[in-house]
């Protein structure tokens, strides 16, 4: 009787073990076939990619037109309305000039003679105008400065003074001041050490 007991439910246990072993051979078919179904992708179309993009018409570059370099003029670092107000003029030689009215700025009293240069006729590598004075320009004075100095070998001014001028103690610093600056250029023939007498005459006139 034992024994039919445990055959019994031995049978029902096998038989439960079966159908239960069934269902879950079953579900994981079902389960792996949901899987494998092909996923069907729906595009949804923006409605911003209907929009046409308009390109702008850009027009072709015109050739650069090729520019002639101007030529360069060289200016002095003097005001322009000054150098229309001075002009320089040479000595002449030949006008008889009043000995007892020549001075120089130190009050020294000099001779001319016939071996005086003009410095206009010189190759001057540096010229420069006189400054008009702010003095004589609100007293709309003009005048003129006459000079005599030296050029040393190395075309150097030095040794300036005053021949005439008029009026007096007006433009003479000035005209003085600028000749200074002056260099002219050195001749071959120049020996060390040695000068020349040159004269030259600033005339002081204001813009019309």
Known sequence: MRILIAVSVSLV?????????????????EHIKKETNPVQLTYLRDKKDTVIEKKKRVKPKEPIKKVEPKKLELKTKLNQELNKNVKI?????????????????????????????????????????PRYPRRAKIRRQEGFVQLTFKIDSGGFVSGVQVVNSNPKGVFEEEAVKAIKRWRFRPSKDDVAGSFKNATITFNFRLAR
């Open 89 to 129: 003029k040479p000595l002449d030689i030949s006008q008889n000039i009043d000995i007892s009215s020549i001075n120089s700025l130190s009050g020294a009293k000099i001779n001319i003679g016939s071996n005086l240069l003009d410095a206009n006729m010189l190759n001057a590598l540096k010229r420069v105008n």
């Open 13 to 29: 246990i096998s038989i439960a073990m079966f159908v239960l072993m069934q269902k879950m051979t079953s579900t994981q078919s």
